[in-house]
């Protein structure tokens, strides 16, 4: 946890899963490109080969860039 840089509600989102014992897979430091910054992360249950598990993204855009 300590290498991982989001914004605080993602930290709290992936804190929460591992203390339910769950799996998260995630980049240490948010992505950006033209239109966009956030992070990008899966939440699954390892032991369950993903049942519930989720895959996210959370970040701001600048429109929708669809037409």
């Known amino acids: 946890m300590p290498n991982i840089h989001h ?7 992936i804190r929460n899963a ?16 033209p239109g966009w910054s956030g992070a990008g992360y899966i939440i699954f249950d390892a032991d369950t080969g993903g049942g519930g598990g989720a895959f996210k993204i959370a970040g701001g855009g600048n429109g929708d860039g669809l037409h």
């Open 7 to 13: 914004d605080p509600l993602v930290m709290e989102e």
């Open 18 to 33: 591992l203390n339910a014992g769950l799996q998260v897979i995630t980049h240490t430091d948010a992505v950006s490109v």
